[in-house]
């Protein structure tokens, strides 16, 4: 546990909970909290205590980490499964959009229900860390990995993200409608504006890249603003 760890280490080197409180510029009254098992360091308190006794926060969470793990990985195993099974599906269906659509939506209806499961458990048991740390997974990176902030201010940012991510699937997904035209295993949709063949076919990957953006960036804006929301809930209800 946290709290044994985070006792054994200050004896080891002799401070006293006062002289740990002021190093991490906390009150006395949340060293003894962490200590007492009542309450857990945020991730920037855990930060700071692998710092100060020269430890790696993974060794300070072992114990959380090895609980999420059977958990995760039981997961895992499900969501490759429900990746070869879209891709079956669309072979089945002799369509490449709509095998390259069950290939994503499966695993992530399985990854949601995943979070769901693992964040109804760490509440229940008050474990505001481990919840944090999940819904930390989830949270848009940037291109080094570091986490988008998550306050007001950087929303812009936010949405430049979901914007590119949108444009990225909807490219994506209008390239497997043509690919399966070419080899005759999809169709197009019939629109017909002009009368001539190659314009309306052009029109046509238009309009279903248009329609695929939209509803690619209405997920990702609800999804990930609804995660923030959550992730600045922590601790605060």
């Not at 909970?17 to 949340?30: D, G, H, I, M």
């Not at 990746?83 to 369509?95: D, N, P, R, T």
């Not at 940012?157 to 490219?171: F, G, P, V």
């Amino acid at each position: 546990m946290v709290s044994e760890k985070l006792k054994e280490l200050r004896k080891k080197i002799g401070l006293t909970q006062e002289q740990l409180a002021e190093k991490l510029n906390v009150s006395r009254q949340a060293v003894t909290k962490w200590e007492s098992g009542l309450g857990l360091p945020d991730i920037e308190n855990l930060k700071n205590i692998s710092l100060i006794f020269h430890v790696s926060t993974d060794s300070l969470l072992d114990n959380c980490i090895e609980k999420n793990i059977i958990l995760k990985d039981k997961f895992t195993v499900i969501k490759i499964a429900l990746f070869a099974l879209g891709i079956a599906l669309g072979i089945v269906a002799e369509s490449f959009s709509f095998g390259f659509v069950m290939a994503l939506l499966l695993p992530g209806t399985a990854h949601y229900i995943q979070t769901i499961t693992l964040e109804r458990k760490f509440r229940k048991e008050k474990d505001t860390l481990s919840e944090k740390m999940i819904l930390t997974e989830q949270l848009q990176k940037d291109f080094y990995g570091r986490i988008l902030n998550t306050n007001s201010q950087s929303k812009k940012i936010r949405i430049k993200r979901y914007l590119a991510e949108a444009t990225l699937m909807a490219s994506l997904f209008t390239l497997f409608d043509i690919v399966g035209v070419i080899f005759k295993t999809g169709s197009i949709g019939e629109i017909q504006l002009f009368g001539h063949k190659n314009l309306d076919n052009i029109m046509s990957y238009a309009f279903s890249f248009v329609l695929s953006f939209i509803i690619f960036f209405v997920l990702d804006y609800l999804r990930y603003e609804h995660i923030v929301k959550k992730y600045n809930r922590i601790g605060k209800e």
